[in-house]
C-alpha cells in the first residue's frame, strides 16, 4: 500500500551531497583552528604548553588511562636461538589478569645498557611471529639494538574471544577491535585507550630489563602499529624517538580517501580539540622523527609530505631540524624492507650513536611457531583468569552503574539533563526552519503531505505526513515516528501508519540525518551504507572526531521537528507525540527529555538497555555506530530515562495508538 511512497526524492536540493559536505565543512574549520594554533606557537613555551595540551587532550579523548601502579608479573617462558641473537618468549600483565605477549631480542655480546624499540603490529593476524614484522625486528636486531616485539589486543596470541575447549576464535584483528571497540564508546572511552596502555606498561618492562639504557627508548610500527606508535608518541615523555609508519597524513587529506577507520583509530573529540595529525608528530619535538611512507599506500603521500613539511620549523626553533624526516618507499601499504632498512639506520643512530644498516643477507626467519610465548598459542588456553577488552568493558561499565547508583536521583537526572543538553544542542548554529512543501499524494482514504526544512544550517531534514482525508480540514494533533530506514520502511510500519491516521492524528515519518530520502549517493547499488566500514560508518567516525555523534545529531532533528510540528498551521501544537521504533527509538526518547512539548512518547521494539547490549559479547554490529553517543553511560542509560519520562506521565509503553482529543479536533 505505501511502497510507491518508500522512493519518493526531494525536489529542488541535492539532499545526496549535504551529509558529506557538512561533515567536510565542520572538518576542514576544525583543521583551519588547528592549523592557526600552531601558527601561533613562536616560543619553546607556546610549543611545550601545546605538547601538553595534546597529551592532556588525548587523554581526555580515549576516557582517562587506566592505572600504571599495577604489577607486570612478567615472565619468560623460553627462549629461541637466532642469527647472532636470541629471543626471550615474554608474558606480562599491563593490567591486572590482561596478559601480553611479547618476544624480546637480544644481540649476542651485550654488555652493558644500549638503546632499545618497541615495534608495535599492524593488522596482521599473526602480528609479532608474520614473515613483515619478524623481518623489521631482525633489521633492527641486527643493527645492535633490543626490540621487542609486541602482540596487540585481538591479534597474535591474544585473541580475546579464543575457546580453549574447541581451540577455536569467532573473530580477531580487525573483526575483534571493532566489535568491542564500538562497546568502549558510550562508556566514555576508545579502544586506543587499552591499546596505548599496553605499550605504556610494555615500556615499563623495557625499563626493567637489564640490557636496556630507559633513556633510549624508542618506537615503530605500520598501519595499525603505526597508530599505536602515534598514541605512545604523544603521550609517553619517555620516548627518544619515534619512526611511525603507515599512519601519519592529517583528517582533511583522509577525508578524501571516502574511507572508515578501525576502532583505535578513533578519538573522539581529538579533532573538536583542534588537534590532528600534525600534533602527533610536534609532540615528539626536538626528539628525533622518522615518518615511514609508502607512495602507493591507501595512506596519502602527501599528508605525510605535509605533516612532515609544517613541522620542521618546531625541531628548528631548537636548532634540531635535521633530526625530523621522511622515509619514502615505492610501495603499497605494508613495513617493507626498504623502510625497516632506513628505521634500523636511524634507531642505531640516535640510540647506540652510530648508523648502522644491516645487510639483507644477515635477515633469517624463524619459525613462528618458536616464537610463541604460550603452549596454547593463546593467553586465553594457558590462563583460565584472563581478562579481554570485553571483560574491561563490563567492568567499567559496572563502576559507572554504580556511581550512578550512589548518586542521589534528583542531582543524577539533573546531571544527566545537563549532559544530554550540552551534548545534543550545545554547539549548534541556530537557523530558521524555513519549511516548504515538496510535494504529496493519496493512498486510498489517506492524504500524504511531503515537507523538508532546515535543521541545521547545511542539513535539511524530511518527512512524509500521513492523515484521513476526511479531517483534512481540521487542525489535527501530530505523533512524529522516529525508525530505522525512515520512509523507506513505510511498508513494514503500515498498520501503526493506519491506526495513528484512524486515530484522527497525522502520523509524521520523519527522515533524519542521513536516512530515507536523505541517503548519500552510494557508489554502486550493490552497496550496503549501513555495513561495517561502510558509507554511514565513516561519516558516524567523522562526527566523533569532531566531538559529536550520528545519534546526537539525529536526536537534534528530533527536537527541530517538534519545533516544525509547533509552527504548522495545520497541526494542533497542544498535542505532539513521538513514536520511536528499533534502533533509532532512542532518539525520539532523547528527544522528549529535552522538550516538553511533547505530550507522550511511546517506543516500540527497541534497545532496553545500552549497558545491556556492552554485556553481550557477540551481536548484530550492523548500523551499530548510530545509537551510540560516546560517554552517555557515565551519566545515564535507557532504563533512566524510561523512569524519568514515565514519572512525568509521558512515557507510553502500549502498542495501541491514543485516540484523538475530541476538543482538539
Request: proline fraction near 5%; charged fraction near 25%.
Amino acid at each position: 500500500m505505501f511502497e510507491k511512497f518508500e522512493n519518493v526524492q526531494i525536489a529542488h536540493f541535492d539532499v545526496k551531497s549535504q551529509l558529506p559536505r557538512w561533515i567536510y565543512e565542520s572538518a576542514m574549520r576544525a583543521a583551519g583552528e588547528g592549523s592557526k594554533a600552531r601558527d601561533a606557537v613562536r616560543s619553546l613555551e607556546d610549543l611545550a604548553r601545546r605538547q601538553k595540551d595534546i597529551r592532556e587532550g588525548l587523554a581526555r579523548c580515549l576516557g582517562g588511562m587506566p592505572s600504571s601502579d599495577t604489577p607486570l608479573h612478567a615472565v619468560v617462558t623460553g627462549t629461541a636461538a637466532g642469527n647472532g641473537f636470541r629471543v626471550e618468549k615474554v608474558v606480562f600483565e599491563p593490567r591486572p589478569q590482561v596478559y601480553a605477549t611479547a618476544n624480546v631480542y637480544i644481540p649476542e655480546g651485550v654488555t652493558g645498557r644500549r638503546g632499545a624499540v618497541l615495534l608495535l603490529c599492524g593488522h596482521r593476524e599473526q602480528a609479532k611471529h608474520c614473515d613483515e614484522y619478524q623481518t623489521v625486528c631482525h633489521y633492527l636486531v641486527h643493527a645492535g639494538l633490543i626490540v621487542m616485539a609486541l602482540d596487540p589486543i585481538g591479534q597474535g596470541e591474544r585473541f580475546g574471544f579464543y575457546d580453549p575447549q574447541s581451540g577455536e576464535t569467532p573473530m580477531t584483528s580487525v573483526t575483534e577491535h571493532e566489535n568491542v571497540g564500538r562497546q568502549c564508546m558510550p562508556l566514555g572511552d576508545s579502544l586506543a585507550r587499552y591499546m596505548l596502555h599496553d605499550a605504556v606498561r610494555a615500556v615499563d618492562y623495557l625499563c626493567t630489563r637489564p640490557e636496556v639504557d630507559p633513556a633510549k627508548i624508542g618506537v615503530t610500527g605500520h598501519s595499525g602499529g603505526g597508530t599505536q606508535t602515534s598514541l605512545l608518541m604523544m603521550y609517553d615523555e619517555r620516548i627518544a624517538a619515534a619512526a611511525p609508519g603507515g599512519f601519519i597524513m592529517n583528517r582533511p587529506y583522509f577525508l578524501l580517501t571516502g574511507k572508515a577507520q578501525d576502532a583505535e583509530q578513533k578519538w573522539p573529540g581529538f579533532s573538536a580539540l583542534g588537534f590532528d595529525h600534525e600534533d602527533i608528530v610536534l609532540a615528539m619535538a626536538p626528539r628525533p622523527v622518522l615518518v615511514l611512507a609508502t607512495t602507493y599506500d591507501s595512506v596519502p603521500i602527501e599528508g605525510a609530505r605535509h605533516t612532515v613539511a609544517v613541522n620542521r620549523r618546531f625541531w628548528e626553533m631548537y636548532g634540531a631540524g635535521s633530526d625530523l624526516n621522511i622515509a619514502e618507499d615505492e610501495n603499497v601499504h605494508r613495513f617493507t624492507v626498504p623502510l625497516a632498512r632506513a628505521a634500523a639506520g636511524f634507531f642505531s643512530k640516535h640510540l647506540l650513536g652510530c648508523e648502522v644498516i644491516p645487510e639483507d643477507g644477515a635477515i633469517q626467519l624463524l619459525p613462528a611457531q618458536e616464537l610463541k610465548c604460550t603452549k596454547s598459542g593463546q593467553v586465553a588456553g594457558d590462563y583460565p583468569d584472563a581478562r579481554n577488552v570485553h571483560k574491561e568493558n563490563v567492568e567499567r561499565l559496572e563502576s559507572f552503574e554504580a556511581a550512578r547508583r550512589a548518586t542521589p536521583e534528583g542531582q543524577r537526572k539533573r546531571s544527566a539533563l545537563e549532559w544530554l543538553r550540552r551534548t545534543v544542542i550545545g554547539g549548534r548554529k541556530a537557523c530558521d526552519l524555513n519549511p516548504r512543501p515538496s510535494g504529496g499524494g493519496e493512498i486510498e482514504q489517506l492524504w500524504v503531505y511531503r515537507t523538508v526544512w532546515w535543521s541545521q544550517p547545511g542539513l535539511l531534514n524530511h518527512s512524509l505526513q500521513f492523515l484521513d482525508s476526511s479531517l483534512a480540514s481540521r487542525k489535527l494533533p501530530v505523533t512524529i515516528a522516529v525508525w530505522d530506514g525512515g520512509t523507506k520502511q513505510l511498508e513494514e510500519h503500515a498498520a501503526w501508519i493506519q491506526e495513528t491516521c484512524a486515530a484522527g492524528r497525522i502520523a509524521m515519518v520523519l527522515n533524519p540525518t542521513g536516512i530515507g530520502a536523505l541517503l548519500p549517493y552510494v557508489n554502486n547499488a550493490e552497496e550496503r551504507p549501513f555495513k561495517r566500514f561502510g558509507l554511514m560508518d565513516r561519516y558516524s567516525d567523522e562526527l566523533m572526531w569532531l566531538g559529536d555523534s550520528m545519534a546526537a545529531v539525529r536526536t537534534y532533528d528530533v527536537l527541530r521537528a517538534v519545533e516544525l510540528a509547533s509552527a504548522l498551521k495545520y497541526i494542533d501544537s497542544s498535542d505532539i507525540r513521538l513514536y520511536g521504533s528499533g534502533k533509532y527509538a532512542l532518539y525520539a526518547e532523547l528527544a522528549a527529555l529535552l522538550e516538553p512539548r511533547v505530550r507522550s512518547v511511546s517506543l516500540a521494539n527497541r534497545m532496553n538497555s545500552i549497558g545491556d547490549w556492552i554485556r553481550e559479547p557477540f551481536y548484530d554490529e550492523h548500523d551499530s555506530l548510530s545509537f551510540i553517543i560516546p560517554g552517555m553511560l557515565r551519566y545515564f542509560d535507557v532504563p533512566d530515562a524510561d523512569g524519568w519520562l514515565a514519572e512525568e506521565g509521558r512515557l507510553n509503553t502500549a502498542e495501541s495508538v491514543p485516540a484523538v482529543n475530541d476538543a482538539a479536533v
